[in-house]
């Protein structure tokens, strides 16, 4: 079966300093990656995607993620967090008609 | 439209009652999906359309449950003699590429109808 691990749900860090939320997917077929993000009282938003190529990919407000096809891995980081950056972060993948998410990462940055 | 709309944005209803629950994709997007987001569920995947056809309906969590597409563009997702258990936010995301073909599937998602069932 599909799914997708995200580690550390609630994670709580101060301005400035760098944030790497982890994801790991269970998914036996070829896999395009997301991290979508869910600022407070918004609705989800495409953060970056990968498709294939390089797999170090870049997003929108300065979030990258690496893809890691030995690990299985499709981790998010941002060196310098803001206080905008405050909103819970998903990991997805398409395979089999759908998005599978994982649980989400609720994170807050404290000023 | 600009993006997915969904209504309406919140239903507050009695236990046993029906509920109808609506989404307009964005225009020309073939491909349209219901997912609900709850409290310790994160985003289950309800039911995919392509078209005006539901070929994976698998996530429909009973037969309670039922959505339809018309004209390929405009969804309505049922619940029929809600529970209490029914409550959360419904999504509906629509996206352009065809399931299956050489492109990836980029979802974007509609704000959600928030279901409350007392």
């Known amino acids: 079966a599909q799914s997708v691990s995200q580690h550390n749900h609630h994670v709580i860090l101060s301005e400035a300093a760098s944030l790497e939320l982890g994801c790991n997917y269970s998914?036996?077929?070829?896999?395009?990656l997301f991290w979508y993000v869910q600022y407070p009282g918004q609705h989800l938003q495409l953060l970056l995607k990968?498709?294939?190529?390089?797999?170090l990919v870049k997003g929108i407000k300065g979030f990258e993620a690496e893809f890691i096809k030995s690990k299985f891995s499709f981790n998010l980081r941002k060196p310098s967090v803001q206080w905008s950056d405050t909103a819970e972060y998903f990991c997805?993948?398409?395979?089999?008609?759908?998005?599978?998410f994982g649980k989400g990462n609720q994170v807050v940055v404290i000023p | 439209g600009a993006g997915v709309s969904q209504s309406p944005s919140n239903k507050v209803t009695e236990k046993g009652k029906d509920v109808e629950l609506r989404c307009d994709p964005i225009?020309?997007?073939?491909?349209l999906y219901w997912y609900r987001q709850s409290l310790g569920q994160g985003l289950e995947f309800l039911i995919y359309?392509?078209?005006?056809?539901?070929?994976?309906k698998s996530g429909l969590p009973s037969d309670r449950f039922s959505a339809e597409r018309t004209g390929g563009s405009v969804s309505t997702l049922t619940i029929q003699r809600t529970q209490q258990e029914d409550s959360a936010v419904y999504l509906c995301?629509?996206?352009?590429?065809?399931?299956?073909?050489?492109?990836?599937?980029?979802?974007?998602f509609g704000a959600g109808s928030r279901l409350t069932v007392l």
């Open positions: 995301a629509s996206s352009l590429v065809v399931a299956g073909g050489s492109g990836a599937n980029v979802l974007t």
């Open positions: 998914y036996g077929g070829t896999v395009n």
């Open positions: 990968y498709f294939s190529g390089d797999p």
């Open positions: 997805a993948f398409y395979g089999n008609n759908r998005l599978a």
């Open positions: 225009s020309g997007h073939t491909a």
């Open positions: 359309f392509q078209g005006n056809s539901a070929p994976d």
